[in-house]
């Protein structure tokens, strides 16, 4: 399984944007890129994902470089109410998803 | 409608003791899962099942047994309740039994030990 890296947390103003990156340096040929978001006392949700490039959704992009083994999501104009942990997440088939510890972004006014 | 619902949402009991968290899913998805969630915020699945199945059974104590009665349902069930059993559970489905897809959790129980 890939192992990942994500910085244990980040702060922010209303209104950055917000980069967030997940190394996975031994990542595999059929590994896909998941993002989830939890929010306090609230099970994770599913934010985007990617294999390759660049993708993008109305919450996030998600950007994946050609070796593949970092990835960058990223939030437009943050709110308040991004404030959240996000978890980078590696893995295909049948394999078991890690959560990790993931990323506490806090959003201040 | 909730999509995947959890019982209890507090769960408080002596060590020793044995309880039963049950979930629930309405989307007619295939896979249901369980996760650990101790106080480091660290999330680590315990189970899998597909079609009432077990597919994924990570380095669990074997006080821990997941039932499945049917595809829409994962219970867990935990004996002789310990200190550090207290954590919140979540448990989750997805479509299928693949990491590609989309999890989608509930609300979680969060079980103290006392």
């Known amino acids: 399984l890939a192992k990942t890296t994500q910085p244990i947390s980040m702060d922010s103003y209303e209104g950055q944007e917000v980069n967030i990156t997940c190394s996975h340096n031994n990542i595999a040929t059929n590994d896909y890129i998941t993002w989830y978001q939890q929010f306090p006392s609230q099970g994770p949700r599913f934010i985007i994902q990617?294999?390759?490039t660049k993708v993008t959704n109305e919450v996030a992009s998600l950007f994946i470089p050609a070796d593949r083994k970092s990835s960058t999501l990223s939030l437009p104009r943050v709110s308040l109410s991004d404030t959240a942990v996000y978890y980078c997440l590696v893995g295909s088939g049948y394999s078991t998803l890690t959560f990790g510890k993931g990323t506490m972004l806090l959003v201040s006014p | 409608d909730t999509a995947v619902s959890q019982t209890p949402k507090y769960l408080v009991t002596q060590m020793g003791n044995d309880k039963s968290i049950k979930c629930e899913q309405n989307l007619g998805h295939d896979t249901m899962y369980w996760y650990k969630q101790d106080s480091k915020k660290f999330l680590k699945i315990m189970f899998s099942y597909n079609n009432k199945e077990l597919i994924i059974n990570e380095t669990v104590p074997n006080r821990f047994s997941p039932k499945s009665p049917d595809k829409a349902h994962l219970n867990l069930h935990i004996n002789s309740l310990e200190l550090g059993d207290s954590a919140v559970y979540f448990c989750?489905?997805?479509?299928?039994?693949?990491?590609?897809?989309?999890?989608?959790f509930g609300p979680g129980t969060r079980l103290t030990v006392l």
């Open positions: 990617g294999y390759k």
């Open positions: 989750a489905s997805s479509q299928e039994a693949s990491s590609y897809n989309e999890q989608f």
